[in-house]
């Protein structure tokens, strides 16, 4: 509860990362998008 808080205080408080200073940030366009490989789900179960 008291780490909740604090995170609260930040975000309220506009501290750095919530102080509005990423809104014209804009990813390389050199990067590619990056893709699951086909079988990231083997193994995992879904409900019927």
Do not use: C, K, M, Q
Request: glycine content about 10%; overall charge negative.
């Amino acid at each position: 509860r008291r780490e909740g808080e604090r995170i609260i205080a930040e975000v309220e408080g506009r501290s750095w990362p919530f102080d509005g200073g990423l809104e014209s940030w804009r990813p390389d366009p050199a990067w590619t998008i990056p893709e699951l490989p086909a079988n990231w789900d083997d193994g995992l179960d879904y409900p019927d």
